[in-house]
């Protein structure tokens, strides 16, 4: 039976502002892959990056060059061989996953041999001054996982503090977003361990951190800008404790499965995170975080509006997806 491919570009308001040492942004572009074949429709949704040179238009220029080969049957693993890791790639793989469970009516979570159920997820704190973060920590203070955005200009052992001190109870996790310096990191790190913070990602630069091999690390460091395939895990080896699975970065659930697997192999820890996105970019990532040491599912908590049906989230809880929505 022939697949046909469509693709769209939408947009979703975010709750207020997004901040990270990068920029901000108030809406989360992302792209959706639609495989349809017969009756049955798969759904893969991206969001494009642009840090690792990707564009809204880039990514729908990929789709656009992939039309033929999906639409003549592709499989995920070919599909891996045949494109670069990445968004485009990503919706692709995500798009045949749904369809195979749909077309089957065997779940995506039944073919990865999971029993998925709810995971605590962390909830991101937009970076901004030590009094605005202290402020949304506070609003927060009640969700046992917070991941607080630094790497800014400005203080960033003021915004720890400020946010430690504001929600006391939680457990923290620190990104900076490669915006630490060699000349800061060894302070950065030692307040964050006297203030109890669970894992620091990504404080260096992807290719620019080899004092990490050098300095101490008292709280364990994860990385994320710098681990996209599973190629890229023995050159992490003594840098980081733990890596940040990201879909759109692996180019989708196929090899995010492989790079989550060898990792544990070589003793990583796991952290299965995203881009802003909605409940359709999280979806599979559900299924793949199931046993991660972190989850951070909270895109469609960061939306002013989110897709529906959406995943559904009681507190920091976010249970699998549902049929409808996705697998």
């Given at each position: 039976?022939?697949?046909?491919?469509?693709?769209?570009?939408?947009?979703?308001?975010?709750?207020?502002?997004?901040?990270?040492?990068?920029?901000?942004?108030?809406?989360?572009?992302?792209?959706?892959?639609?495989?349809?074949?017969?009756?049955?429709?798969?759904?893969?949704?991206?969001?494009?990056?642009?840090?690792?040179?990707?564009?809204?238009?880039?990514?729908?220029?990929?789709?656009?060059?992939?039309?033929?080969?999906?639409?003549?049957?592709?499989?995920?693993?070919?599909?891996?061989?045949?494109?670069?890791?990445?968004?485009?790639?990503?919706?692709?793989?995500?798009?045949?996953?749904?369809?195979?469970?749909?077309?089957?009516?065997?779940?995506?979570?039944?073919?990865?041999?999971?029993?998925?159920?709810?995971?605590?997820?962390?909830?991101?704190?937009?970076?901004?001054?030590?009094?605005?973060?202290?402020?949304?920590?506070?609003?927060?203070?009640?969700?046992?996982?917070?991941?607080?955005?630094?790497?800014?200009?400005?203080?960033?052992?003021?915004?720890?503090?400020?946010?430690?001190q504001a929600a006391?109870?939680?457990r923290l996790i620190?990104?900076?977003?490669?915006?630490?310096?060699?000349?800061?990191?060894?302070?950065?790190?030692?307040?964050?361990?006297?203030?109890?913070?669970?894992?620091?990602?990504?404080?260096?630069?992807?290719?620019?951190?080899?004092?990490l091999r050098r300095?101490?690390?008292?709280?364990?460091?994860?990385?994320?800008?710098?681990?996209?395939?599973?190629?890229?895990?023995?050159?992490?080896?003594?840098?980081?404790?733990?890596?940040?699975?990201?879909?759109?970065?692996?180019?989708?659930?196929?090899?995010?499965?492989?790079?989550?697997?060898?990792?544990?192999?070589?003793?990583?820890?796991?952290?299965?995170?995203?881009?802003?996105?909605?409940?359709?970019?999280?979806?599979?990532?559900?299924?793949?975080?199931?046993?991660?040491?972190?989850?951070?599912?909270?895109?469609?908590?960061?939306?002013?509006?989110?897709?529906?049906?959406?995943?559904?989230?009681?507190?920091?809880?976010?249970?699998?997806?549902?049929?409808?929505?996705?697998?």
């Open positions: 039976m022939a697949r046909v491919i469509s693709v769209e570009a939408q947009s979703f308001p975010i709750a207020g502002v997004f901040t990270i040492s990068r920029g901000s942004k108030t809406e989360a572009e992302v792209i959706t892959c639609t495989i349809r074949e017969g009756d049955n429709s798969g759904r893969g949704e991206c969001v494009p990056y642009r840090r690792y040179g990707e564009t809204m238009e880039g990514v729908q220029a990929q789709l656009a060059a992939m039309r033929t080969a999906v639409e003549e049957g592709i499989d995920r693993v070919t599909l891996v061989e045949a494109m670069p890791a990445g968004a485009a790639r990503n919706a692709i793989d995500c798009a045949l996953w749904d369809l195979e469970a749909k077309t089957s009516g065997i779940p995506a979570s039944v073919r990865l041999g999971t029993s998925p159920g709810p995971l605590e997820t962390a909830y991101t704190l937009s970076l901004g001054e030590p009094g605005a973060m202290a402020a949304q920590a506070r609003d927060n203070a009640s969700r046992p996982l917070l991941k607080v955005k630094l790497g800014g200009t400005g203080d960033d052992i003021a915004r720890i503090r400020a946010v430690r006391p109870g939680s620190l990104d900076a977003n490669e915006g630490w310096t060699d000349e800061n990191i060894v302070a950065n790190m030692q307040v964050a361990a006297e203030l109890g913070v669970a894992l620091i990602e990504q404080p260096l630069p992807a290719g620019k951190d080899g004092i300095i101490p690390r008292p709280v364990p460091i994860c990385a994320d800008e710098s681990v996209h395939v599973a190629a890229d895990l023995p050159g992490l080896t003594g840098l980081y404790d733990a890596v940040n699975i990201k879909l759109d970065k692996s180019g989708g659930l196929t090899a995010a499965l492989a790079l989550r697997d060898e990792a544990r192999r070589l003793g990583f820890g796991i952290m299965v995170g995203c881009m802003v996105g909605t409940s359709l970019a999280m979806a599979p990532a559900v299924l793949l975080a199931q046993g991660a040491d972190y989850v951070d599912l909270d895109g469609p908590l960061l939306l002013a509006r989110d897709r529906t049906p959406g995943l559904i989230y009681k507190g920091s809880l976010v249970s699998p997806p549902v049929p409808a929505l996705w697998g």
